[in-house]
């Protein structure tokens, strides 16, 4: 909760203060407050058209109560994006939903340098400490460094590592890892991936090419398709969202940097426009500054 409410504090000075600016002085929400909340909802990456939603929704309460005090709406701003945001089954790993599958299988997607490797030693820590057993593939074959450290993020946080040299073929390492996670009775199974974005097709082609043989030995695997996306490149986030839904089925979110950056309001936009969960967010780069989501806490720690 510290590490979530310091890690937003850009976020909420740029714009959830400018908020509290616009009202300054003001009695009840007018259009120019209207207007002012629009360019403050914009400018803070949660996107034209999930803004313009909430404003419209703002406008709608206004017209049915007749006059909106403004000392309300930042309830109502509340209430309006948390409705805009997924809910998550849990904000806690110690109950963290693998939905009756053992193991549970993650594929990990994400173009380089968004923080894919990270999140996946973090999530792998994480879920360590709540007591799984967890098991990371680096199907990343194509960097040379990616391989190397995913397993000194596996030593470092003490979670098993299968790997094969680097440029051996992907889909060969993700059917070793998956196969020694059900000969090693293991819960989790993290396959790191390789996020070559300028070649869609080729990245088409290897992620099919992963599932297909990760299926052979667990048929409905991969369970989660988690694309990773820095926050702070705001609409850059979106655009790599647009990219990889097209490319694969992605199921769940993990949105990076939070901490630092004054885009946060693109957990918002983001959620909005793909109606992917967000399911995890990064405040910072040590081991436990990984949370599973709750949109509750998240605009809890804006608005405070
Ligand atoms: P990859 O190329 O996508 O695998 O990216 P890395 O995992 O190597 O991360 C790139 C940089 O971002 C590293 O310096 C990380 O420490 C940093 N990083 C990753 N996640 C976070 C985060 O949530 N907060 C901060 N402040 N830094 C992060």
């Given at each position: 909760q510290q590490d979530l409410e310091k890690g937003l504090e850009k976020t909420k000075d740029s714009f959830f203060s400018k908020i509290t600016k616009a009202v300054a002085g003001k009695s009840t929400v007018d259009d120019e407050v209207l207007d002012d909340l629009e360019e403050i909802l914009v400018t803070s990456d949660v996107g034209v058209n999930t803004t313009l939603k909430i404003i419209k929704r703002i406008e709608e309460r206004v017209a049915k109560d007749k006059y909106l005090n403004t000392t309300e709406l930042n309830g109502i701003l509340k209430e309006e994006i948390q409705g805009l945001l997924a809910e998550n089954n849990s904000n806690d790993f110690h109950n963290f939903e693998y939905g009756n599958h053992k193991p549970y299988v993650i594929m990990v997607v994400g173009v380089n340098g968004v923080g894919k490797t990270t999140t996946i030693g973090k999530l792998a820590h994480k879920l360590k400490q709540a007591g799984s057993k967890v098991v990371i593939g680096a199907a990343d074959t194509f960097r040379?460094?990616?391989?190397?450290?995913?397993?000194?993020?596996?030593?470092?946080?003490?979670?098993?590592?299968?790997?094969?040299?680097?440029?051996?073929?992907?889909?060969?390492?993700?059917?070793?890892?998956?196969?020694?996670?059900?000969?090693?009775?293991?819960?989790?199974?993290?396959?790191?991936?390789?996020?070559r974005l300028h070649n869609k097709v080729g990245l088409m082609n290897e992620l099919t090419k992963i599932k297909n043989v990760m299926q052979k030995v667990i048929p409905n695997a991969p369970h989660e398709i988690l694309l990773v996306l820095d926050a702070s490149t705001g609409q850059n986030a979106i655009e790599q969202c647009k990219q990889f839904t097209q490319a694969t089925d992605v199921n769940a979110l993990a949105l990076t940097k939070l901490d630092g950056t004054a885009k946060g309001g693109v957990v918002i936009g983001i959620s909005d426009q793909f109606k992917i969960p967000v399911k995890y967010i990064g405040v910072g780069e040590a081991a436990d500054q990984l949370q599973l989501f709750d949109r509750k806490a998240f605009v809890d720690s804006l608005f405070k």
């Open positions: 040379a460094a990616a391989v190397s450290q995913i397993q000194l993020w596996g030593e470092r946080v003490g979670v098993r590592v299968v790997a094969q040299a680097m440029g051996s073929d992907p889909a060969s390492v993700a059917y070793d890892t998956v196969k020694s996670a059900v000969s090693n009775g293991d819960d989790v199974v993290i396959i790191d991936t390789a996020g």
